[in-house]
């Protein structure tokens, strides 16, 4: 499986979501980074942000594509005009159910201004 010129796994959801094979709310998207609603939302806002390249966890992430994936981060929170009121987190082994280096969104505010790309 090739995706954007990097070769990914078959099996990793993330990946498949990157291919188009699997459906996602997409929120935002560049070549590097995709962001998506989490389809098991904890909040108004909840969504996840993650590499287009796979990295399996936290520890393994290099250090340039954790600090993308926080300036986007920062992006979503500016989008939906809540740069006072977020959460991120970061399951790295415990409590991380898709090996794939994720950030997770959450806000209880800004869920008026999500808009998604179409498909």
Same mark, same amino acid.
């Given at each position: ?17 990157? &291919?188009?094979?699997?459906? #996602? ?11 998506? #609603? ?5 909040? #108004? ?11 399996? &966890?936290?520890? &393994? ?30 399951? &790295? ?27």
């Amino acid at each position: 499986m090739k995706m954007h010129g990097i070769f990914a796994c078959m099996s990793c959801v993330f990946c498949r979501i990157i &291919n188009r094979e699997l459906p #996602a709310k997409i929120f935002y998207e560049t070549d590097e980074v995709i962001v998506i #609603a989490d389809h098991r939302p904890k909040d #108004a806002v909840h969504l996840l942000i993650f590499p287009k390249k796979e990295y399996r &966890n936290f520890q &393994n992430t290099p250090p340039d594509v954790l600090v993308m994936l926080s300036e986007t981060a920062k992006l979503v929170a500016i989008k939906l005009g809540v740069t006072e009121h977020y959460r991120i987190h970061i399951h &790295n082994g415990y409590g991380q159910e898709v090996d794939h280096i994720h950030f997770h969104f959450l806000s209880d505010r800004g869920a008026d201004r999500l808009t998604y790309l179409p498909r």
